[in-house]
C-alpha cells in the first residue's frame, strides 16, 4: 500500500485528479471506476475544471460506478445516479453511452450483476477504482463481514452505514435497506485502487484498513492484498496511524518517475 498523507482534503483531491487525469490522457480507452459520498466531490470539481480550462477530454473515457441503492430510481435526488450527474457527468464531455451505473431497479438483479461484470470485463477491466471509506471499514457498499473475493451483488446496509448516509435523503427511514455493489474481488481486479478519506471520523477505519490485519471484518483492508493501492488522506484521517513519519518520508523521498 501506498500511503499519501496531504495537508488537507483540497490538496489531496487535486493529487488524485492529476492522476485520473493522467490516465485519461495516457490510456486508448480509460475505464474508470468512480464512486460517491462526499468524499469524491472535490476530485470531481477539480476534473470539471481541467476539463473547462485545459481541455481535458472524456470523450473516450468509459466509467463504472461502484454501487446504487435499491429501490430508487435514477431521478430520485439521492440515488448515485442523480449525484454523479449532477456532479461530475453533465459538466463534462462524456458519452452517455460510456457511463455505467448499477440500475437499483433492475428486475432480475442476479443476471444484472452478473452482467455488470462482463461489462467491466468487456470495457477492458478497469484502469482505476476510485473509493471512499465508510466508518465500519466498507468499501463501495461491502458492509464488514463481506467476501473478500465477492463479485457485484446486492448487499444489506448496516445500521451505522444508513445512519451515515442519511444526510442525503429527508429522513433516516427512507434510506434504502439494500444496495448494488461491486464486490471486494471485482475492486481488487482494478489495475490501480485510489481510497480517499477525510476527516477524523474516517480515522479509525483508516487504521484498521492500512494497519490492521487483513479481514472481512474491514473491508477496505482486503487493499493490502491489491499490487497498487494507494490510500489518499488528509491529517485528520490520518492520526491514528502508527507509521505516520515513515509514510511522509516514503512520498517526500519518490522518485522522480513515480510521481503524479
Ligand atoms: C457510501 C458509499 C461509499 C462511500 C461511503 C463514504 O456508503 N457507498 O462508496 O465511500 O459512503 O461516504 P462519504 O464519502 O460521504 O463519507
Redesign the pocket.
Given at each position: 500500500m501506498e500511503v499519501i498523507i496531504q495537508a488537507d482534503s483540497e490538496q489531496a483531491s487535486l493529487l488524485a485528479a492529476r492522476l485520473v487525469s493522467r490516465i485519461i490522457k495516457e490510456k486508448e480507452k480509460p475505464v474508470i471506476g468512480l464512486?460517491?459520498?462526499?468524499?469524491?466531490l472535490l476530485l470531481y470539481r477539480f476534473l470539471v475544471k481541467m476539463h473547462r480550462e485545459e481541455g481535458l477530454d472524456f470523450s473516450r473515457s468509459i466509467t463504472f460506478n461502484?454501487?446504487e441503492y435499491v429501490g430508487l430510481a435514477p431521478e430520485h435526488p439521492a440515488s448515485f445516479h442523480h449525484f454523479m450527474w449532477k456532479n461530475l457527468f453533465s459538466q463534462v464531455n462524456i458519452k452517455p453511452e460510456n457511463v455505467h451505473i448499477p440500475d437499483g431497479l433492475a428486475s432480475d438483479m442476479e443476471a444484472y450483476c452478473r452482467q455488470y461484470e462482463e461489462d467491466i470485463k468487456a470495457a477492458g477491466g478497469l484502469d482505476i477504482q476510485i473509493?471512499?471509506?465508510?466508518t465500519d471499514g466498507?468499501?463501495?457498499?461491502n458492509e464488514p463481514s463481506s467476501s473478500l473475493s465477492s463479485d457485484t451483488r446486492i448487499k444489506t446496509l448496516t445500521d451505522q452505514?444508513r445512519k451515515?448516509?442519511a444526510i442525503f435523503f429527508e429522513a433516516e427511514e427512507n434510506v434504502p435497506y439494500h444496495?448494488i455493489t461491486m464486490g471486494i474481488g471485482t475492486i481488487l481486479q482494478a489495475r490501480i485502487c485510489l481510497l480517499m478519506a477525510f476527516g477524523k471520523k474516517k480515522a479509525r477505519a483508516v487504521s484498521r484498513a492500512v494497519e490492521g490485519p487483513v479481514t472481512s471484518m474491514v473491508p477496505a483492508s482486503a487493499l493490502q492484498l491489491h499490487p497498487r493501492a494507494i490510500m489518499l488522506l488528509d491529517k485528520e484521517a490520518a492520526f491514528k496511524l502508527d507509521q505516520i513519519d515513515y509514510y511522509h518520508w516514503a512520498y517526500e523521498h519518490k522518485p522522480e518517475w513515480q510521481k503524479f
Open positions: 464512486a460517491t459520498g462526499s468524499t469524491p461502484l454501487d473509493l471512499g471509506l465508510g466498507h468499501i463501495g457498499f452505514t451515515d448516509n444496495a
